[in-house]
């Protein structure tokens, strides 16, 4: 029986690249935008339950656009994976990471002309493209812009080793790939935090260089890992 190629999308060098573009991502609105995250929607979430209890109705606000348009860009993702879920020149993936590579380039170029909040809420519809599209590693799931999940089966993979439970391959690989995402979302902060403090606004070009690369990878795999 032959053996089915892994696409590169669903390899822990991928998973890694994109973890970081989400840690990136965060630090950078975090810190230059209110204290609001662009993909970690718990985040945001928990800051407006928080802001409504104190009674600032007005930071709260900053809190809901962002979610609304996370959940619009999920609508917006699915529906290019209905529409373009079939073998061709170019996947649906490559689509998905196309049309947020170019969303967060435009909010670049327009970054002194437009206020902070259309900044984010554009980050958080164009983020939610990569949290869509990008769900499966190595055959199984995994989280590109939040850790908790990872974290978890860090946790579970672990012990199941130590206790000798479960396929020994598989729970390494399980623990392998959720560890190196897991930290590749902190790094992604880490260099996002050091470019903001450093550059300011013009930071944002960070997530695009990234990906870029992962496109650029995408399309060599496409084509067979040819050049």
């Not at 897991?182 to 300011?200: D, E, R, V």
């Amino acid at each position: 029986m032959k053996n089915v190629r892994q696409p590169i999308y669903e390899t822990l060098l991928i998973g890694t690249l994109l973890a970081g573009v989400g840690g990136y991502l965060d630090a950078y609105t975090y810190i230059l935008h209110n204290e609001v995250f662009a993909s970690l929607q718990s985040g945001n979430v928990i800051l407006l339950g928080l802001n409504l209890a104190n009674g600032h109705f007005a930071k709260a606000i900053t809190y809901i656009i962002p979610i609304f348009c996370f959940t619009l860009g999920a609508g917006l993702a699915n529906l290019v994976e209905q529409f373009f879920h079939r073998p061709g020149a170019v996947i649906w993936q490559e689509l998905s990471i196309i049309a947020e590579l170019v969303g967060i380039l435009i909010i670049d170029l327009f970054i002194g002309y437009i206020p902070g909040s259309f900044i984010t809420s554009g980050l958080s519809l164009f983020a939610a493209f990569q949290v869509h599209t990008f769900r499966v590693m190595n055959n199984h799931p995994y989280n590109t812009t939040m850790t908790t999940g990872n974290l978890r089966t860090v946790g579970a993979a672990s012990l199941n080793l130590l206790f000798r439970r479960g396929k020994l391959t598989t729970n390494w690989i399980l623990l392998r790939d959720s560890f190196w995402v897991a930290t590749s979302f902190g790094i992604g902060a880490f260099i996002s935090t050091k470019l903001t403090n450093a550059i300011g606004p013009q930071a944002l070009l960070g997530s695009v260089l990234i990906l870029i690369f992962v496109l650029i990878l995408m399309i060599w795999d496409q084509r067979g890992g040819t050049a």
